[in-house]
T-cell receptor, first 114, second 111 residues
Framework: DGGITQSPKYLFRKEGQNVTLSCEQN?????MYWYRQDPGQGLRLIYY???????QKGDIAEGYSVSREKKESFPLTVTSAQKNPTAFYLC?????????????FGAGTRLSVL | GESVGLHLPTLSVQEGDNSIINCAYS??????FIWYKQESGKGPQFIID?????DKRQGQRVTVLLNKTVKHLSLQIAATQPGDSAVYFC??????????FGKGTMLLVSP
């Protein structure tokens, strides 16, 4: 069963706590992405990675960190510096190349603050 | 259309009608566009894409139209079904590795 797996589905964060969201893909895609979605809003790019051991900031990277040690994994850490972390987080991946920019998404993780 | 605050523009149709969802994109350099469908609590699902050297592309029950002159994209859904109820997003890119997403339109289909 190929695809993108995000876990957990629901996550709760306490004040001052760092939490890590998991994203794994078995599509052999080179590029991976993290987005944040707030109610009634579109997707905003947090970080992306086009190759292992390399990643770039998106539009709203402050308060977040990522790593890309393996091609199939791109975890996102929501740090205590992110003061408004409550949102729906989406991970995506795509194959390389200029054309065929279709990004395929996981089912998402909903993060709430306790 | 674009949303205001927390409120998405909403299109309400009857089952069996044709639906047209519009999107105004912002970057005149964008040369590749995608439509996604997102059901409540799920990740976006790819519907159809189009390159800037095309004006129209058809899929199964869906058609995307591109008007580069006015930077407008539309998604037409034929014979809309209750299962088509979702939020629809357009996304654009000037050929870079990232996509810019619109804020979405909610489609409500009543039986």
């Amino acid at each position: 069963d190929g695809g993108i797996t995000q876990s957990p589905k629901y996550l709760f964060r306490k004040e001052g706590q760092n939490v890590t969201l998991s994203c794994e893909q078995n599509l052999n895609h080179d590029a991976m992405y993290w987005y944040r979605q707030d109610p009634g809003q579109g997707l905003r790019l947090i970080y992306y990675s086009q190759i292992v051991n390399d990643f770039q900031k998106g539009d709203i990277a402050e308060g977040y960190s990522v790593s890309r040690e393996k091609k199939e994994s791109f975890p996102l850490t929501v740090t205590s510096a992110q003061k408004n972390p409550t949102a729906f987080y989406l991970c995506a991946s795509r194959t390389s190349g200029r054309w065929g920019n279709i990004q395929y998404f996981g089912a998402g993780t909903r993060l709430s603050v306790l | 259309g674009e949303s205001v605050g927390l409120h998405l523009p909403t299109l309400s149709v009857q089952e069996g009608d044709n639906s047209i969802i519009n999107c105004a994109y912002s970057n005149s350099a964008s040369d590749y566009f995608i439509w996604y469908k997102q059901e409540s609590g799920k990740g976006p699902q790819f519907i159809i894409d189009i390159r800037s050297n095309m004006d129209k592309r058809q899929g199964q029950r869906v058609t995307v139209l591109l008007n580069k002159t006015v930077k407008h994209l539309s998604l037409q859904i034929a014979a809309t079904q209750p299962g088509d109820s979702a939020v629809y997003f357009c996304a654009e890119t000037p050929g870079y590795s990232t996509l810019t997403f619109g804020k979405g339109t909610m489609l409500l289909v009543s039986p």
